[in-house]
């Protein structure tokens, strides 16, 4: 008998940062959630040859990533075997829902697991390069719920990933409007590399603003389950941050067709809406699923382009889930 694991996990909502001045010694600080939909499922069994497999529906650049990153991790951790891995759902890739992150993680917590290596989920991030930034996905793939991190120490020779300070349950009634574009990638590698190098200092003082609508805004309104101040919390985010960034995105977000929907949805009274990370999805989040539906709706009718697509989901509240089983070899 021989172990094998699967591991299912999900996509996130990256919905800003809050200090990207980092004058007090730390910079970023992010605010996201995790998503019920879509999901990554992989399942893995030890081997002397590493080999990964995926279903007709997940891209194989996929494939070609999870491949590289248990490479990555058995090299480097001197593993004398390696892993048969078998993809069966993924996260789009580049879509803004930190795809990288979960792919780099659930692999990594297979070959953890088959070998014993004792490793924890943030030790697992720094040896994939995940985390450099926001710490969210990090803390979704240990939690799920809507998660705040506490940036990255700016003065670090090695980008320790970021410490999550809050994590709260996220009201089950609420519902999640996710809105794709099928026609260009977010920007990601080496283009949000230089993007970031490039991009001027940020206000200290717009940054204190932030930070104190997230502390007196939105954690609070979490608390309260007030919708409302929640979305209007996330709404000065999206706005300041999304017009840092607009020398890069070329708008405060990055796809027009989202932009456009996303325009709609203010004049239709959206309580809460925006771009996840640099996109190009776009979310909104409604009272409960009756008036995410209608909204969806009214949007379809309006909205007709081909490359445009839409999900109704929740959000997660727990972190990746483990079954192990036993097989015969």
Same mark, same amino acid.
């Given at each position: 008998m021989a172990a094998s694991i699967e591991v299912s996990t999900s996509g996130r909502l990256h919905m800003g940062f809050f200090d990207l001045h980092g004058g007090l010694g730390r910079k970023f600080g992010s605010i996201g959630l995790s998503l019920a939909e879509p999901n990554l499922v992989l399942s893995a069994k030890s081997s002397k040859l590493l080999n990964v497999s995926a279903a007709d529906a997940v891209p194989a650049s996929v494939t070609a990533r999870v491949y590289k990153v248990a490479r990555q991790i058995l090299d480097t951790m001197n593993v004398s075997g390696a892993v048969d891995i078998s993809i069966s759902e993924s996260v789009p890739e580049h879509s803004g829902l930190g795809s990288g992150t979960q792919m780099a993680l659930a692999t990594g917590a297979v070959i953890n697991y088959l070998y014993q290596l004792n490793l924890n989920t943030?030790? +697992?991030?720094?040896?994939? &390069? $995940?985390?450099?930034?926001?710490?969210?996905?990090?803390?979704?793939?240990?939690?799920?719920? +809507?998660?705040?991190?506490? &940036? $990255?120490?700016?003065?670090?020779?090695h980008a320790t990933p970021p410490p999550m300070l809050a994590r709260y349950d996220f009201p089950e009634e609420w519902a999640i409007l996710l809105i794709f574009d099928t026609s260009e990638p977010g920007i990601h590698g080496e283009r949000e590399r230089i993007a970031f190098n490039e991009l001027p200092v940020f206000s200290e003082s717009l940054a204190a603003h932030l930070c104190r609508h997230v502390l007196m805004q939105a954690m609070p309104a979490l608390v309260e389950q007030d919708l409302i101040a929640f979305g209007q919390s996330i709404q000065v985010l999206q706005q300041h941050v999304g017009d840092y960034f607009l020398p890069v995105q070329g708008g405060r977000y990055a796809s027009r067709l989202v932009s456009a929907v996303l325009e709609r949805l203010e004049t239709m009274g959206a309580p809460c809406f925006g771009q996840s990370s640099w996109g190009p999805t776009g979310f909104a989040i409604f009272a409960n699923q009756h008036e995410a539906e209608l909204h969806l709706q009214?949007?379809?009718?309006?909205?007709?382009?081909?490359?445009?697509?839409?999900?109704?989901?929740?959000?997660?509240?727990?972190?990746?889930k483990f079954n192990k089983f036993d097989v015969t070899v």
């Open positions: 943030m030790q +697992l991030a720094a040896l994939t &390069g $995940r985390g450099r930034r926001s710490g969210v996905g990090i803390s979704a793939f240990d939690y799920g719920g +809507l998660l705040i991190d506490g &940036g $990255r120490v700016v003065s670090a020779t009214q949007l379809k009718t309006s909205f007709t382009d081909h490359a445009l697509s839409w999900k109704i989901c929740s959000a997660c509240n727990h972190g990746a």
